[in-house]
């Protein structure tokens, strides 16, 4: 059993740059596919990033690309979701999760969810 960790949220001006964390243990992280999606309120969850669990290859929402930029360290179990340039829109609570997918989109693909970090951008 995986347990998943999110940190890092908070309230940022649009145009402003938060870092969140996600800090995995209760299983061997360095085999899992890690997502980040998020959740607006009134909306469906959105994929946002992926990132494998080897070679580094990543995935993005359209939308985020060029602005987030995920990225995971094996030894600390944990993975990244850099966010800069953030816009409005960007508002939501955001989760990681784990997945034994090469690599997905798809929320029915991931296993373990975090309990999310709540994203405020103000305009």
């Known amino acids: 059993q995986v347990q998943l960790v999110e940190s890092g949220g908070g309230l940022v001006q649009a145009g402003g740059s938060l870092r969140l964390s996600c800090a995995a243990s209760?299983?061997?992280?360095?085999?899992?596919?890690m997502g980040w999606f998020r959740q607006a309120p009134g909306k469906e969850r959105e994929f946002v990033a992926a990132?494998?669990?080897?070679?580094?290859?990543?995935t993005y929402l359209d939308s985020v690309k060029g602005r987030f930029t995920v990225s995971r360290d094996n030894a600390k179990n944990t993975v990244y979701l850099q966010m800069n340039n953030l816009k409005p829109e960007d508002t939501a609570v955001y989760s990681c999760?784990?997945?034994?997918?090469?690599?997905?989109?798809?929320?029915?693909?991931?296993?373990?969810w975090g309990q999310g970090t709540q994203v405020t951008v103000s305009s």
């Open positions: 999760a784990a997945s034994l997918a090469t690599i997905s989109s798809r929320p029915d693909d991931y296993a373990y």
């Open positions: 209760g299983g061997t992280f360095s085999r899992y596919t």
């Open positions: 990132i494998r669990w080897f070679g580094g290859w990543t």
